[in-house]
């Protein structure tokens, strides 16, 4: 076990620019927040007890898990961000952050699926698990934490594989199936496949982006009035 103080010590030994916004301060960043939801969970409590900290997020309903939150877990989304991370995660037991706010959002709301089901999961896979930081991150990601992204800011996983991965180099090295699609496809590979009439070994998306950001949107605002 690490503290804090230690972990600090390193950083700026080594990126002593870190306190000025230099190389080493998103690191640095991330053990603040780390820090912050610790001093959440000894303060509320109910955070480790799978409670929300919005209270009238706990009246959304939620989608049963079923087939979808097993594609999720798998990398078989049909979206090549989604299922490259999903897959990295179960084979490394690592994520970077970008992509633990990727999938999450994926999760929560395109899928409409309980964020705790996210959260027992990643904990389950994640070499570098921390209940509180696991947490806060989730409900950050599902709108129902402290300082949590409104709930109507839903990720689009298409254009943030785009933003993000722009050449699919990452997606290729995770989705190998993926290798003979060319570069400005990849993120939306079964478009490329029909224009192409060629076969790949690799779904078509699970849930339509548009039309799951609409119902969440509705599940979302009939839980906060039924709260008000």
């Known amino acids: 076990m690490l503290s804090p103080r230690q972990c600090l010590y390193r950083l700026l030994a080594e990126q002593p620019e870190a306190l000025n916004g230099g190389a080493g301060s998103v690191w640095l960043n ?27 997020t706990d009246r959304v309903r939620w989608q049963e898990p079923s087939e979808a939150l097993i594609a999720w877990q798998e990398g ?81 996983p298409t254009t943030q594989g785009e933003r993000f991965d722009k050449s699919g180099a990452f997606i290729r090295q995770w989705l190998p199936e993926l290798a003979e699609v060319p570069e400005k496809a990849i993120h939306q590979p079964w478009v490329w496949a029909e224009k192409q009439k060629v076969e790949i070994n690799y779904p ?25």
């Open 30 to 56: 991330e053990l603040i927040w780390r820090e912050f939801y610790r001093h959440l969970m000894t303060y509320f409590p109910r955070l480790c007890k799978h409670r929300p900290f919005i209270d009238w």
């Open 76 to 156: 078989r989304t049909g979206y090549p961000i989604v299922d490259a991370a999903m897959r990295q995660l179960n084979a490394t037991g690592w994520m970077h952050n970008r992509l633990r706010m990727i999938v999450a959002s994926f999760l929560v709301k395109d899928l409409l699926i309980d964020w705790r089901q996210g959260e027992q999961y990643f904990m389950s896979q994640l070499v570098d698990g921390c209940l509180a930081a696991n947490n806060g991150g989730w409900q950050w990601a599902a709108s129902t934490g402290t300082d949590a992204a409104p709930y109507f800011r839903i990720f689009n």
């Open 204 to 228: 078509r998306p699970i849930v339509d982006h548009a039309e799951a950001r609409v119902a969440t949107l509705a599940a979302y605002e009939a839980a906060k009035k039924h709260g008000m």
